[in-house]
């Protein structure tokens, strides 16, 4: 057994027994590089990867080739879900280098110093796709860093420049809201009006863009996406929850990884597209989607588990897709004659030409024989060899599940997932929280690796959404204490921004300010979006600053690129508007009841807080007087308050409209 072997990362524990010499990134690989003036081999993965897993067994594995890279170099292993900030730097590295972009397992030759000068993706063992055999590129970089020395300290210095220039320079003064009509512009050039989605295939649900177009009135983009996702093979339809994408147009075959940070905004964006729908498909999948998160992913100790591999068994897919005969073998005649038709199944295989990957294909003839032949395929399918499990917990893609649980919860009323959402929530405050600062990653009982600003960011707006279903002075003061270490570690106090790093990291190649969304929303939009709001529950002006800063930092991008900037056009909207503020003051079980139904409005631009008239120690924002009725409510935006309304009809009203 190597060094990987006393890691969390179940990823890294997965080449503990390589006979590659493997160290995890820190200061005892990087100084044997240094001492033996050694380059450094990184290779970035993850445990859902399937190429990662493909070089594990054809290289890794493989004592000819570990030989060759222990003679070498010195080997490092890193996840890219426990270390993103490495992740960042070293695929921005690889595009600048390969003028290509990246993807996992990344592979890249660094200096001891880790400055990059050269790298690549997925190598095969021997050469094929047009691709060199691994051996070989290693012969060939062990080479270079031999006989070229002086070329690779040019190189580097140029990389450092490029770098630089990735950082953002100016801001703006003035904000217009054309900027977020050139964002939805792109997007509406880019929608797939047929099958939903934006460009072609490989296909990713983008739930941030469909975010964005649902709250600024680009609905049908949301609904069709949504609609044709859901009745998809990128859809779970035996089990519930979302694949990460689909390798064809249509969202009929996905890449078959189930990844928690899909699924958490997904369930979010599901209760929003009901709420303006009321279509049916929408709600089902919400259910199937929260009730394979309590069921699958969330551990016995509450947080919830990173990621399902998309192999079992070593085949992609296996324990998701069907045969025919199978199938038939498990049902009635009469389950069979309203399943098959339904999910396709009288059509030809889709999968490899040999298997089915269920999909919607035709209207339901009669629902309670599909679900009843759901049930059975069901249970039988949990008797398959599952998909390996990531049990880690990372603690920014278990804040978009604690939000995606706690909105759909409020949403759809059902208390049961607001539990699951506060019980990953007081896991993560429990075990992850200490001294002041968050640590980033969970596993085995232990916590450890310093937070990101994704931590920080997505966590205050979790907390944010699960105050809106029940408001809590405790829930508060975490947020501001959230708050208060996000602008003391990540904030550029010249330029404005949030590095993705804080002050007391470790020093690397880079210190990246990303305002960009990728496969999570950006972290620089989501502080500037939940420091705005936090603002207005609060009246602290620290905030407020922070957010416009952090907006006006990012404004030059979004006018020259109007792409993939979607979390960042939101928090724009609200400092052209600030957000509507509604609380609600009353007594039990009025108040309750106002709360509910005000969950089924839907307001994208404002929060719901409602709090008991004999709550003390509020902030003078929130502290409303009491009056003889049994529920007022309190609706500002900005410094504009209306006066206080007591009809729930006219409240509801009033919340709809644009001023």
């Known amino acids: 057994m190597n060094r990987l072997a006393q890691e969390t990362s179940p990823y890294l524990q997965q080449h503990a027994a390589n006979p590659v010499d493997w160290y995890p990134w820190g200061a005892e690989a990087l100084e044997r590089a240094r001492r033996e003036d050694k380059p450094i081999l990184l290779s970035i993965g993850y445990s859902a990867c399937h190429w990662c897993h493909v070089m594990a067994h054809e290289s890794f594995e493989d004592p000819a080739v570990a030989a060759v890279m222990n003679r070498l170099f010195v080997n490092i292993k890193v996840d890219r879900e426990e270390r993103p900030d490495l992740d960042q730097i070293y695929q921005t590295a690889h595009q600048m280098l390969a003028h290509r972009a990246g993807g996992w397992p990344l592979t890249m030759f660094l200096t001891p110093e880790g400055a990059p000068f050269f790298g690549g993706t997925y190598f095969p063992k021997q050469a094929r796709y047009g691709m060199p055999a691994f051996p070989d590129v290693c012969g060939r970089i062990a080479a270079i860093w031999r006989d070229q020395r002086a070329d690779i300290a040019t190189q580097n210095e140029q990389v450092r420049e490029a770098f630089g220039r990735t950082l953002p320079q100016s801001s703006a003064s003035d904000f217009s809201p054309e900027v977020v009509r050139a964002m939805l512009d792109n997007l509406r050039a880019n929608f797939d009006g047929v099958h939903g989605g934006f460009g072609g295939a490989p296909k990713f649900p983008h739930p941030a863009d469909l975010e964005l177009c649902l709250r600024e009135g680009e609905k049908d983009i949301a609904l069709v996406t949504l609609e044709r996702i859901c009745e998809g093979g990128i859809y779970d339809q035996i089990g519930g929850g979302f694949c990460r994408y689909s390798v064809d147009a249509e969202w009929s075959i996905p890449h078959f990884e189930k990844m928690l940070y899909d699924n958490g905004p997904l369930l979010a964006l599901l209760a929003d597209v009901w709420l303006v729908s009321g279509n049916p498909v929408f709600q089902r999948c919400a259910e199937e989607t929260a009730a394979w998160l309590t069921r699958e992913m969330q551990s016995p100790e509450g947080g919830y588990y990173s990621s399902l591999d998309a192999d079992s068994e070593n085949e992609e897919g296996k324990f998701y897709v069907w ?209 705005g709001r936090l603002a207005a529950m609060t009246g602290e002006e620290r905030y407020s600053g922070a957010a416009a800063r952090t907006v006006a930092l990012f404004y030059p991008q979004m006018q020259d690129y109007p792409a993939g900037y979607a979390a960042m056009a939101v928090a724009l909207s609200e400092q052209i508007a600030p957000p509507k503020m509604l609380v609600l003051r009353g007594h039990q079980p009025e108040l309750g009841r106002w709360q ?64």
């Open 323 to 531: 045969d025919r005969d199978e199938i038939r073998s498990l049902l009635t005649a009469e389950e069979y004659a309203a399943f098959a038709p339904r999910f396709g199944v009288e059509d030809p295989p889709n999968f490899e030409n040999k298997h089915w990957n269920l999909r919607i294909r035709r209207p339901a003839q009669n629902e309670a024989l599909i679900n009843a032949a759901r049930a059975k395929l069901f249970a039988a399918r949990e008797k398959r060899v599952r998909p390996g499990r990531d049990e880690k917990v990372l603690v920014s893609w278990n804040a978009l599940a604690i939000r995606g649980m706690a909105h759909a919860g409020r949403v759809f009323r059902r208390p049961e997932w607001l539990a699951s959402a506060r019980r990953a929530l007081e896991f993560i405050r429990g075990q992850m929280w200490r001294d002041g600062k968050l640590l980033a990653t969970y596993k085995d009982g232990r916590a450890h690796l310093n937070a990101y600003l994704d931590d920080y960011a997505f966590l205050i707006a979790a907390l944010l959404e699960l105050m809106q279903a029940e408001y809590s002075s405790r829930d508060l003061q975490f947020a501001t204490e959230l708050a208060g270490t996000l602008l003391e570690e990540f904030e550029d106090g010249e330029s404005g921004g949030f590095f993705f790093t804080g002050k007391s990291h470790e020093q690397l190649f880079h210190r990246p300010k990303p305002g960009q969304d990728h496969a999570t929303p950006s972290g620089n939009a989501i502080a500037a979006w939940v420091l």
């Open 596 to 659: 509910a139904e005000m969950a089924r409005t839907f307001m994208p631009d404002g929060l719901v807080l409602a709090i008991p008239d004999d709550l003390s120690g509020l902030p003078t924002t929130l502290d409303k007087p009491q009056r003889p009725e049994p529920v007022n409510g309190w609706l500002c935006r900005g410094v504009t308050c209306l006066a206080p309304i007591s009809d729930l009809i006219q409240l509801q009203t009033a919340c709809k409209e644009k001023t």
